[in-house]
């Protein structure tokens, strides 16, 4: 009799655990498709120059499934974009704030029969450059550019803004051999297209003292060190 007894006691208590188990994934599954969980709002800045049509692929889904991955279309539609942080507020508002590749130089290439001024940006996405802005400029007037070339410039430009300038004040020539330039009172004899990683920590340093009202000239070399002659 007791064994009938505790069989049925454990048979109660599998079965209650079961029901449990159960109508909890039950409710989980219904809040989770449930409409008053779709996402009907995407806040987000409309200020930004960006092509926003995709966003409307995510209204109309669950916002339980919400993420990054939903979102390539918009990364095709924008290459400046970078990044998109993703927040969410129940049951239906997602916010999304937008991270965008920092833009390095305007570049004008004298070259095209109609030359047209473009910003480039650190992951070498170029669009038209608007009229108002504050970054270093590029001038090409030959060439044609080694493989590599707008990576190098990128690097330049990352280097010597690290240092305390007015980095808009910088401008570059580039003849289909060699960089020159100019910051203020100073003139640049970059060399060529190589290692401008380096040069730009030379560059900057003697950039930001501010001592040089003249001419640094920077020797191509195969070796590791720098070579500088400076006309100041």
């Known amino acids: 009799?007791?064994?009938?007894?505790n069989l049925e006691?454990?048979?109660?208590?599998?079965?209650?655990?079961?029901?449990?188990?159960?109508?909890?994934?039950?409710?989980?599954?219904?809040?989770?498709?449930?409409?008053?969980?779709?996402v009907t709002n995407i806040n987000y800045e409309e200020n930004i120059n960006l092509n926003f049509n995709s966003f409307s692929f995510v209204q109309g889904k669950s916002i339980w499934f919400i993420d990054e991955s939903d979102f390539g279309?918009?990364?095709?539609?924008?290459?400046?974009?970078e990044?998109?942080?993703?927040?969410?507020?129940?049951?239906n508002l997602v916010f999304i704030d937008i991270v965008i590749h920092e833009k390095i130089?305007?570049?004008?290439?004298?070259?095209?029969?109609?030359?047209?001024e473009v910003i480039l940006y650190k992951n070498l996405y170029?669009?038209?450059?608007?009229s108002n802005n504050r970054?270093?400029?590029?001038?090409?007037?030959?060439?044609?550019?080694?493989?590599?070339?707008?990576?190098?410039?990128?690097?330049?430009i990352l280097t010597v803004n690290k240092y305390e300038i007015s980095i808009q004040d910088l401008k570059?020539?580039?003849?289909?051999?060699?960089?020159?330039?100019?910051?203020?009172?100073?003139?640049?004899?970059?060399?060529?297209?190589v290692d401008l990683s380096k040069k730009g920590s030379v560059v900057g340093y003697i950039l930001e003292e501010g001592t040089c009202d003249g001419e640094v000239t920077i020797i191509d070399s195969s070796n590791e060190d720098i070579e500088t002659i400076l006309n100041c």
């Open 1 to 5: 009799m007791n064994e009938l007894l």
């Open 9 to 38: 006691q454990r048979s109660f208590k599998t079965f209650s655990i079961f029901s449990f188990f159960f109508l909890l994934t039950l409710i989980t599954f219904l809040l989770m498709f449930s409409s008053k969980y779709k």
């Open 73 to 81: 279309q918009f990364y095709e539609d924008n290459l400046s974009v």
């Open 83 to 91: 990044s998109l942080v993703i927040s969410k507020q129940l049951p």
């Open 105 to 116: 130089i305007v570049i004008s290439d004298l070259r095209d029969t109609n030359p047209k």
């Open 126 to 130: 170029t669009e038209l450059a608007e």
């Open 135 to 156: 970054l270093p400029r590029l001038t090409i007037t030959n060439g044609p550019v080694p493989e590599g070339f707008y990576s190098e410039i990128i690097s330049l």
């Open 172 to 193: 570059i020539l580039y003849d289909g051999s060699e960089l020159t330039g100019s910051y203020k009172n100073t003139l640049l004899n970059l060399g060529r297209p």
